[in-house]
């Protein structure tokens, strides 16, 4: 399973992105999907989860400024990010978790992350 994401960018204060994240390969069932993101200097922190039946989570940092949603029939996941600030900049990565429904097991992937800079 390999996760691409995309839809970073440079952007202004207050702007907004939207990113993109989708998983190919051969695919069984992707359970919980999200977004992490890594800003300069720091670790990487978690952002955003959501399970296949659309329950979501949010970093506290993101409430009522970014919305996670997904498509289970395209494997993909988003990523809408509104009223952008400069603590948002950094790395997002899209994280996967995949049950291939030969073992009772699930795996997870990460994406290569996309870039996101706020500046004012």
């Known amino acids: 399973v390999q996760l691409q994401a995309s839809g970073g960018g440079l952007v202004q204060t207050g702007g907004s992105l939207r990113l993109s994240c989708a998983a190919s390969?051969?695919?069984?069932?992707?359970?919980?999907m999200g977004w992490y993101r890594q800003p300069p200097g720091k670790q990487r922190e978690l952002v955003a989860t959501?399970?296949?039946?659309?329950?979501?989570n949010y970093a506290d940092s993101v409430k009522d400024r970014f919305t996670i949603s997904r498509n289970n029939a395209k494997n993909t996941v988003y990523l809408q990010m509104n009223s952008l600030k400069s603590e948002d900049t950094g790395v997002y990565y899209c994280?996967?978790?995949?049950?291939?429904?030969?073992?009772?097991?699930?795996?997870?992937?990460w994406g290569q992350g996309t870039q996101v800079t706020v500046s004012s």
């Open positions: 994280n996967a978790d995949h049950y291939p429904g030969y073992v009772t097991v699930q795996y997870n992937y």
């Open positions: 959501i399970s296949r039946d659309g329950t979501t």
């Open positions: 390969g051969t695919i069984f069932r992707i359970n919980l």
